[in-house]
């Protein structure tokens, strides 16, 4: 073969190099050939569709890699054969990593970490929520029910006017107002009342000045007695002069005299308050204690729109001349 230099050749492309070209090598000994260039250089193609590479560039026999290095939360090691890359989970913020919104954490551990920091009741729970969860253990109410508490949960409707929930042996039951005799009760929805009323006539009430005519009672405790009004009367003539006093009640002015030794004076009182069943009730009025055990007041009879009053002086002392008073009150 001619002497030739490399200059002199002509070139050929590396994309049109052919099982049929061969590389010369000759080591001053000996000359042989290489395999065939198209097996001998190869082409370096990454397989995935996208990410980063790991060679940088290939070009003239040079391969340029890009290191792996560990970010935020990652190491990378060298193994003989591999590399090693390990995460460290404290270190790792799912916020910060794109595409968490899809993440499926139903098959992650969850034993020390909260991945929900509050529940959505009506979209993270299915189900009925029992008592021992904070749930009511019911999946509907009636309208206007009231709950009742205890090892379930119970319900009483209240949806009429006048109802109400009373405590019973049994528990809170709901429970009508019924007005009774002589009582009414009203309700005003809009301002929020309940009126229970009595029929005035069937009850007493502070203050009141109620006439009750004829009434029969077995036992009565009153703190006083007051009578519809008190009459009264002065006494003319002589301390035996009839008076005229009518009225459950009276006070009889007598007339101003003595009364001597061991004397009775009687006098009629006629008032229409009386019966023959009444029951007269006196008191004398002395104006001075001189004379105190001198005149006494008695009652001699009673009859229908009358009775007779006996002033008398048991003593051997004259009562003096006073201007003295009979009180007197008519039960009947």
């Known amino acids: 073969m001619a002497n030739v230099t490399i200059n002199s050749l002509s070139e050929t492309a590396g994309s049109a190099l052919t099982a049929s070209h061969f590389l010369v090598v000759d080591n001053g000994t000996g000359t042989t050939k290489l395999a065939a260039l198209s097996t001998a250089i190869k082409t370096i193609t990454t397989l995935g569709s996208a ?38 989970q404290g270190d790792i913020n799912i916020n910060n990593l794109a595409g968490a919104g899809s993440f499926d ?12 920091s509050t529940v959505n009741l009506a979209s993270n729970v299915t189900g009925t929520l029992p008592i021992a969860s904070g749930g009511t253990g019911q999946t509907s109410f009636t309208n206007n029910s009231v709950l009742l508490g205890g090892s379930s949960i119970s319900t009483a409707i209240l949806d009429a006017d006048k109802e109400i929930l009373v405590g019973t042996a049994s528990g809170p039951q709901m429970k009508t107002l019924t007005a009774g005799s002589n009582v009414s009760i009203s309700q005003n929805n809009s301002a929020h009342t309940l009126t229970i009323s009595f029929a005035k006539g069937n009850f007493l009430e502070a203050n009141d000045s ?16 007051k009578t519809s009004g008190t ?29 001597g030794a061991t004397t009775v004076s009687s006098f009629a009182l006629e008032n229409s308050e009386i019966t023959a069943n009444s029951a007269i009730i006196m008191t004398l ?26 002033l008398a002086n048991n003593t051997s002392t004259a009562a003096t001349s006073q201007s003295r008073k009979i009180h007197f009150m008519v039960i009947n």
């Open 231 to 259: 009459i009264a009367v002065t006494q003319t003539g002589a301390l035996n002069s009839s008076v005229t006093c009518n009225g459950s009640a009276g006070v009889i002015t007598l007339f101003t005299a003595g009364l």
């Open 105 to 116: 954490l139903s098959g992650a551990d969850n034993t020390s970490s909260a991945f929900l």
């Open 51 to 88: 990410g980063a590479g790991v060679v940088k560039t290939f070009a003239l026999g040079t391969l340029s890699q890009r290191d792996i290095i560990g970010g935020s939360g990652i190491t990378v090691a060298e193994n003989t054969n591999d590399l090693t890359l390990s995460v460290t």
């Open 210 to 225: 109620p006439t009750l005519g004829d009434t029969t009672v077995q036992e009565i405790t009153v703190d006083k007695v």
């Open 285 to 310: 009025q002395n104006p001075t204690s001189a004379d105190e055990d001198n005149f006494h007041v008695s009652l001699q009879s009673v009859q229908s729109g009358r009775c007779v009053i006996n």
